[in-house]
């Protein structure tokens, strides 16, 4: 019963406008035996799809589908079930997932020994299982497809305000949100791009103007928790208790730039300690003078500031070169003695929250996040302009190398590196996400988590060439750096991975000698009067797609596109399409390596198939003939077919779109068609803004599942 009715008050969560965190550790094993009926149960994962497709016919808010998170412990029999369950990328689109480490685990792994699997139902050791091997199957398949990350619950718990309460299990959809069962909190976010004075000439931290506003922000998001409606009574109740806040950032990024230090630096990591224990400071200072007016939030009894010593909800490292700010001195031993005297209006006031809708709104740079790209192309009706990012723009034309052929060059590559005009010294400022070494990634995220009470919602950006081990190695450091969990994307991992017949590289490069003869050096062979074939029908924006693939001595030889009810235009660009693949197959081109050429390609509106993402007539066909090769292969629809382990760019009719360009094979937005980006643990558009599992201010229920 436990189970259905976390299943209807997701339901009422998510039209409210909400999105859900679970922990399905508490669900017994796969097949395990349930006594009531002797039959054996279905494990966590069978449930998870549960919940995911009620998601996928709830729209948000009457708008779209909400999001969702779904935790399994390590220690769970079902772990590797857990795992692999995202592998296909159509299985659970509606959910993050991540791993919960637990210290005995992080111990095992450390050591190279053995953990205990433990069955929730009873409490007893089901077998030992290797850490190391739990963890390189974690790795493989973030590296793969982005999912799942870690949250490390231990260090969760430890800094728990209210543990009197029961342990935290889970978080909110991001993950920057550790919850207790049916907690929610609402969240904020401050444009640090706002607080730099003097820009550009002198430019300082305006010290005074940062710590009002975040006493402003903090009394008004208390304010929101009573003016908030909330769709179910218990999380009124539980909020009400703890009356946690999510004050956060934007614009960290712009700040760094106007001060003139890179993100990838030393200086960067100490100014992000300064900063965030700035504001995290003068939020407690609110909230003690709300618990003077107003009286401490309910739970205060019991809780880690229920003591003659209170203690802090977070472990205040502070990171980098140290640099000199000038900011005003903090006295963290009044802080303490305020709560002793008055109480604390808030459980946790700090939350590092995904920001980008709001940010897009607000000319900001996204959260805690480096820039993705200093400039893009925006297509309009009317032709192509270039979205420049407006700092640069001006360090352009105050240095004087700014050209409208240069902004256009800039946004066609969406970086610096390798664009001569560009001083060295702005390309260093101006460092986009993927060229920015993994081990400032996540030492910036451990630099706010120190002074952070909740957690911090950042992705860790890596380029398609990222291996696995430097998933390993990110998941480790960000566990002894001190952050609270770790979510990796690798750029285009979550593209549509092209069927692969295992062709070596020597192979594939005397295939490519030959189709790249001069011309007139290959004539196509000769089409028999008869031949035999199959038609594969394919979804598409612009209507229903007839792909008709003809074979000859057992070998694909030419291929016809045909669009249903279109215009004269796509339908005659479909049929082109049709006589090219024929032409090449006729010289001997590799099937796969068309393929290759047309899985990924954008355009349109994307519409989905069986479970699968359509993202253009040539996308279309592209899967129509993978789909062929497949059949081709023996195998049953259920097994995956061979796939290669990396995307390799095409040599040639893509410049400016390199493997380590933001957005390289991503998925592209349903909205405006731009190639998506992985920003703060989701999926987002920096074109339209777009965002794949942004909710509201307010993040409602995270439950666990009984």
Avoid at 427 to 444: G, N, P, Q, S, W
Wanted: aromatic residues 8%; hydrophobic residues 35%; glycine residues 10%.
């Amino acid at each position: 019963d436990g189970i259905f009715d976390a299943l209807k008050n997701t339901a009422i969560i998510h039209k409210s406008g909400g999105g859900t965190g679970f922990s399905f550790s508490r669900i017994r094993p796969k097949n395990d035996i349930v006594k009531s009926t002797m039959g054996v149960a279905s494990g966590p994962v069978s449930f998870m799809k549960i919940f995911d497709a009620a998601t996928e016919q709830i729209k948000q808010g009457g708008r779209r589908r909400g999001a969702n998170m779904g935790i399994l412990r390590v220690d769970h029999p079902d772990i590797e079930e857990f795992i692999t369950c995202k592998a296909d990328m159509k299985t659970l689109q509606n959910f993050n997932i991540s791993v919960g480490a637990t210290e005995e685990f992080m111990k095992a792994l450390k050591n190279d020994t053995t953990y205990k699997l433990i069955n929730p139902r009873n409490g007893q050791v089901t077998s030992e299982v290797s850490a190391k091997k739990i963890f390189q199957e974690i790795c493989q398949q973030a590296w793969t497809t982005g999912d799942p990350g870690m949250v490390f619950l231990d260090r969760i718990n430890q800094y728990n305000p209210t543990p009197q309460l029961g342990e935290i299990e889970s978080t909110n959809p991001c993950g920057e949100q550790p919850l207790l069962p049916y907690e929610s909190c609402n969240l904020g976010s401050i444009n640090l791009g706002h607080f730099v004075k003097g820009y550009p000439q002198s430019p300082k931290i305006d010290w005074e103007g940062l710590a009002e506003t975040v006493k402003l922000a903090t009394r008004f998001l208390d304010d929101v928790i009573d003016a908030n409606a909330f769709p179910l009574k218990e999380i009124e109740r539980i909020t009400k208790a703890n009356r946690k806040t999510g004050l956060g950032v934007m614009g960290w990024a712009d700040m760094l730039i106007m001060l003139g230090i890179p993100y990838d630096s030393e200086e960067g990591l100490n100014v992000a300690s300064q900063v965030a224990e700035f504001i995290n400071y003068h939020s407690k200072l609110e909230s003690i003078e709300l618990a003077k007016e107003r009286g401490s939030f309910p739970a205060f009894k019991g809780s880690i500031y229920d003591s003659e010593q209170p203690t802090l909800p977070f472990s205040g490292r502070v990171f980098g070169k140290n640099v000199d700010l000038n900011r005003p001195p903090l006295d963290w031993q009044s802080v303490k003695e305020g709560i002793r005297k008055y109480g604390l209006r808030n459980a946790d006031t700090i939350t590092i929250a995904p920001t980008g809708t709001i940010s897009m709104i607000a000319g900001a740079s996204s959260g805690i996040e480096p820039l993705f790209a200093v400039a893009y192309v925006k297509k309009v009706s009317v032709g192509e302009f270039p979205e420049v990012n407006p700092l640069f723009q001006e360090v352009a034309k105050r240095l004087d190398f700014y050209s409208d052929d240069l902004m256009m060059k800039v946004s066609r590559a969406g970086k610096l590196e390798g664009i001569n005009e560009v001083p060295d010294e702005v390309k260093r400022l101006f460092k986009t996400a993927l060229e920015i070494d993994v081990h400032y990634h996540v030492a910036m995220q451990a630099a706010w988590q120190a002074f952070v009470d909740n957690a911090v919602s950042k992705t860790i950006n890596m380029r398609n060439s990222a291996t696995v081990d430097e998933v390993a190695k990110a998941y480790l450091e960000a566990y002894e750096l001190g952050c609270k969990g770790i979510t990796i994307y690798r750029d285009g991992s979550r593209s549509v991975q092209v069927l692969y017949t295992g062709s070596t590289a020597e192979q594939k490069n005397e295939q490519k000698k030959e189709v790249t003869k001069e011309a007139g050096g290959i004539l196509p062979e000769a089409r028999p009067s008869v031949l035999s074939g199959m038609t594969i029908k394919m979804k598409t924006d612009s209507g229903n797609l007839y792909v008709t693939i003809n074979e000859k001595d057992g070998r694909m030889f030419e291929v016809f596109t045909t669009l249903g009810k279109s215009g004269a235009a796509i339908a005659a660009f479909t049929e082109a399409i049709g006589r090219l693949i024929s032409l090449s197959l006729r010289i001997g081109a590799d099937p796969n390596a068309i393929i290759k050429e047309l899985v990924g390609i954008r355009g349109g509106e994307p519409v989905w198939q069986e479970g699968e993402k359509i993202l253009s007539v040539p996308d279309a066909i592209g899967k129509a003939l993978s789909k062929y090769m497949e059949l081709k292969s023996g195998k049953v629809e259920s097994q995956k077919p061979l796939v290669s382990l990396s995307l390799e760019k095409s040599q040639e009719g893509h410049e400016g779109l390199e493997d380590d360009s933001w957005g390289y094979g991503n998925p592209t937005c349903p909205e405006c068609g731009s190639p998506l980006i992985v920003s703060e643990g989701c999926m987002t558009c920096p074109v339209c803004g777009w965002s794949k599992c942004e909710r509201g201010r307010t993040d409602l229920g995270a439950a666990f599942l009984n």
